[in-house]
């Protein structure tokens, strides 16, 4: 089993301005950052799959082993231990979304194998420290915790594994449903559908954009463990009240807040990986979708004016009532000058360009007068 990355998924190759250092901080003897981008020896193998784990946007996974399929084999079968010796080639490779997708969808508490693990490496404070993000999160809606055991020694039983290899065949099919029914999710992404539906219908070339960032657009990805989570949400009881957790507390997903700061540059909601943040077919608003949001923190790294934030609280209501959130709306107006269409802030109705181009020419007239005066 190899790691592997695709680097196309890596917010570092989106923008040189990108900061996330997720895949080196959880398996840092594995991977470094060379070029701006992570790199890593290419006999790497499980020992760096804490970075599969930790990788917002999926660009690290292991060859011959899909969280996808895990997920589905697990809850086809009647196994509710998830360990190294059984049925994943180490806990780490789980993040936090997979771990409480697991806990919601199972009908018994799940338990999480930690006796092979080192008490207090690098490696168990990290797989630790994922497992209890996911069960304050899991109490805070009001559900069952994962349990853990660290003295199992080799008490697995042969029957287990039996169990567990042959359910793959259904899960396979459970897989292709799960994945169509949840890219048909209402609410968070239907904004995002018709985004994307007018970047089909090449409308958005009627605003200048050039091929490329229209291909980018096309190519916005939700990870497979964000949809796992959201389908098991989808099918959790709602509960009456939900608490706000400090964002400090939640590493996967983030709401935020955009200041009077933004020139709408537009930046953010074309490099956003997911789709998270998006704007109409004029440019006139930005969008927020908070469950959409997988943490990169890309859109803050590419903002200039440092207009975007993170809200102080999550509410956790978004993961079962997501909403769509306007965090600004811009007046766009055609350019008196040039007739292209640009945020409006005031004054006279002139595109940026044009008033710089104006403001030059302005400056060189003045330059030629005092020349001439002199002379
Ligand atoms: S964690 Fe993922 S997105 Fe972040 S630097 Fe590593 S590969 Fe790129
Ligand atoms: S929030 Fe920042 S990056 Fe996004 S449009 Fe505004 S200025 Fe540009
Ligand atoms: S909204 Fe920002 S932090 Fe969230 S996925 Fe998009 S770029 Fe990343």
Known sequence: MKLSLDIARCVRSSSKFATCTKCVDVAPESIRIINHLPTFANNTGVEASACVGACPTEAFGLTDFSSVAFFFTFLDSKVRLISPKLNVPCLSVLSVEHLIALAL????????????????????????????????????????????????????????????????????????????????????????????????????????????????????????????????????????????????????????????????????????????????????????????????????????????????GFELREFFESTQRTLAKFDIRRCHECGNSFTYKGGEIICPRCLTEEQEAMELHNNAKRMESKS
């Not at 169509?180 to 239907?190: D, E, F, P, R, W």
């Not at 933004?262 to 998270?276: D, K, L, M, S």
């Open 105 to 312: 969808a199972s009908d018994q508490p799940i338990t999480l194998d930690l006796s092979g693990y080192e008490t207090q490496s690098h490696l168990w404070r990290v797989i630790v420290g994922r497992i209890e993000e996911a069960n304050f999160i899991l109490s805070s809606i009001g559900y069952k915790q994962l349990q853990t055991n660290t003295d199992l020694s080799n008490q697995i039983p042969n029957e287990t594994l039996t169990q567990q290899e042959t359910s793959f065949d259904s899960a396979t099919s459970d897989r292709r449903t799960f994945l169509q029914n949840t890219v048909s999710l209402k609410g968070a992404i239907k904004q995002k559908m018709a985004f994307d539906e007018a970047v089909e219908a090449e409308e958005l070339k009627v605003f200048a954009l050039d091929e490329s960032v229209i291909k980018k657009i096309r190519t916005k990805h939700l990870p497979d463990k964000r949809k796992l989570l959201f389908t098991t949400l989808k099918r959790t009881t709602k509960l009456d009240t939900y608490d706000v957790l400090a964002q400090t507390d939640v590493g996967f997903v983030s709401q935020k807040y955009v200041t009077d700061n933004c020139t709408n540059c537009q930046i953010c909601y074309r490099i956003c990986p997911t789709g998270a943040l998006s704007s109409d077919m004029k440019f006139s608003l930005i969008h927020f979708d908070a469950m959409l949001c997988v943490k990169c923190h890309l859109c803050h790294d590419v903002c200039e004016p440092d207009a975007i934030h993170l809200q102080d």
